[in-house]
């Protein structure tokens, strides 16, 4: 079975400044795609990111880059120029890529960071 | 425009009621799901669903059941209402196969459900 840990319930960074968020997984398949999702108060689940196992490169959206360590199974996100609208709860998500398994792209979440953004 | 809707987005309703949550997408995806966030903001599958194959999480209780009238609409129907279903649902919907398959799946709004 797949977990998914964020080892970090809650964290705070000030504006402008860069914060890490950590999450690990465990699986023993080797296709899969890991994300992360920001849900702000308006509880709106947004993808902030995505990467694809079978890919080296990290994947990075404009402030948000991750560092992807495949043989360590870590997945971290950060957050560069940290802004007031960046204040959500973040998830770390895992799926096996689809087809496989009879997977229909389940994800499956961490419990969340909660990270506040202080002026 | 809204690509994912869910309806109502707010329901209380008093325990052994039966209640339905509706959802629809205008994606043109093949694939629709249900996740459930508990009251410590955890996600957790309940359903995935296209038009070949429903698969549900063994620890979802028979009391809730996803209906599909069709491939734009996955709506969820739970029986016999318990203080323990309170939570956010949220319906999503991702293309799964074919040309133009890809891994983002899109949330809807999310309905909370209360049980009094």
């Known amino acids: 079975a797949q977990t998914v840990t964020q080892s970090q319930p809650e964290m705070s960074v000030q504006e402008a400044e860069t914060v890490t968020l950590s999450c690990t997984y465990d699986?023993?398949?080797?296709?899969?795609?890991l994300f992360w999702y920001k849900q702000p108060p308006s509880r709106q689940m947004i993808l902030v990111i995505r990467q694809e196992a079978y890919k080296q490169q990290n994947a990075t959206e404009n402030r948000f880059s991750v560092n992807f360590q495949k043989a360590a199974k870590s997945f971290s996100l950060k957050i560069s120029d940290s802004q007031l609208g960046d204040t959500a709860m973040y998830f770390c998500?895992?799926?096996?890529?689809?087809?496989?398994?009879?997977?229909?792209?389940?994800?499956?979440f961490g419990k969340g960071t909660k990270l506040s953004v202080k002026p | 425009d809204t690509a994912v809707s869910q309806t109502p987005k707010y329901l209380v309703t008093q325990m052994g009621n039966d209640k339905s949550i509706k959802c629809e997408q205008n994606?043109?995806?093949?694939?629709m799901y249900w996740y459930k966030q508990d009251s410590k903001k955890f996600l957790k599958i309940m359903f995935s669903y296209n038009n070949k194959e429903l698969i549900i999480n063994e620890t979802v209780p028979n009391r809730f059941s996803p209906k599909s009238p069709d491939k734009a609409h996955l709506n969820l129907h739970i029986n016999s209402l318990e203080l323990g279903d309170s939570a956010v649902y949220f319906c999503a919907s991702s293309q799964v196969s074919g040309l133009g398959s890809y891994n983002e799946q899109f949330f809807g709004p999310g309905t909370r459900l209360t049980v009094l």
């Open positions: 699986t023993s398949e080797s296709n899969y795609y």
């Open positions: 998500a895992f799926m096996i890529e689809m087809n496989y398994g009879g997977s229909q792209g389940n994800l499956i």
């Open positions: 994606l043109g995806h093949d694939t």
